[in-house]
């Protein structure tokens, strides 16, 4: 059982060890997500203790990770993929410790305050309504000083977004590996970033795709401390 809960000379090792007993698809998925997301430069955005949520957490890797990265972190992980919620309770089961994975109703959280909140590569998969409501109702469920920390594929470099719908088409649509209706709608960072202001979050934006085939870009809106 791995108890220690300390990040070895290389990150990816231990976290995956936790998906060794997992069926092969979602080992090879596992595998496959830490080489092609920057997840590391995302760990690296949430607060190191607290409460932190993350929502569409599928298989549990990052919420796994965070939660690996850091024993002061306090993790709660929720998707609408019963499946996934599984292989990411026990993978959390083999690590020995107590990172929750829930399945709550589409657009509903877990009671807060959280210290961060998290969304990687989710809302692309809703409309543009859906995709502000998210942030205004992640944004309110902050608490004082918390963090929204966005990772989304950006419109641009364009061959890399080409390049990024044609993968997103297969999985959802042909292989039905992330659950989703089809349609993908990429919002500029420039709006996401916009709408975090507008929800009282002090937001900044980088590119995160150098070294990457996709368009990875990372989103962090804090809010107001206490008294501010």
């Known amino acids: 059982m791995a108890n220690a809960r300390s990040i070895s000379v290389s990150p990816a090792r231990p976290v995956l060890r936790l998906y060794r007993q997992a069926p092969l698809a979602v080992r090879v998925?596992?595998?496959?997500?830490?080489?092609?997301?920057?997840?590391?430069?995302?760990?690296?955005?949430v607060p190191r203790e607290g409460r932190v949520l993350e929502v569409g957490c599928g298989h549990g890797l990052l919420a796994n990770y965070l939660a690996l990265e850091?024993?002061?972190?306090?993790?709660?992980?929720?998707?609408?993929?019963?499946?996934?919620?599984?292989?990411?309770?026990?993978?959390?089961?083999?690590?020995?410790?107590?990172t929750e994975f829930t399945a709550p109703p589409p657009g509903r959280l877990p009671d807060g305050p959280?210290?961060?909140?998290?969304?990687?590569?989710?809302?692309?998969?809703?409309?543009?309504?859906?995709?502000?409501?998210?942030?205004?109702?992640?944004?309110?469920?902050?608490?004082?000083?918390?963090?929204?920390?966005?990772?989304?594929?950006?419109?641009?470099p364009r061959w890399k977004s080409g390049w990024n719908r044609v993968q997103e088409t297969l999985a959802v649509r042909v292989l039905g590996i992330t659950e989703g209706e089809g349609g993908f709608t990429f919002i500029p960072p420039e709006q996401l970033a916009a709408w975090m202001a507008e929800d009282g979050l002090a937001a900044t934006h980088r590119p995160l795709h150098k070294g990457y085939p996709h368009p990875h870009h990372l989103l962090v809106g804090r809010a107001r401390e206490a008294g501010a």
């Not at 850091?70 to 959390?92: F, L, T």
């Open 29 to 45: 998925h596992v595998r496959v997500r830490w080489a092609t997301c920057p997840l590391q430069a995302v760990a690296a955005a």
């Open 70 to 98: 850091s024993p002061e972190r306090d993790v709660h992980g929720i998707d609408i993929d019963g499946p996934k919620i599984d292989a990411a309770r026990a993978a959390a089961e083999v690590a020995g410790w107590g």
């Open 114 to 156: 959280w210290d961060a909140i998290v969304i990687v590569d989710v809302l692309y998969l809703l409309t543009e309504g859906q995709q502000r409501a998210l942030l205004a109702t992640c944004a309110a469920a902050l608490g004082p000083g918390g963090v929204l920390v966005v990772k989304e594929m950006s419109p641009a």
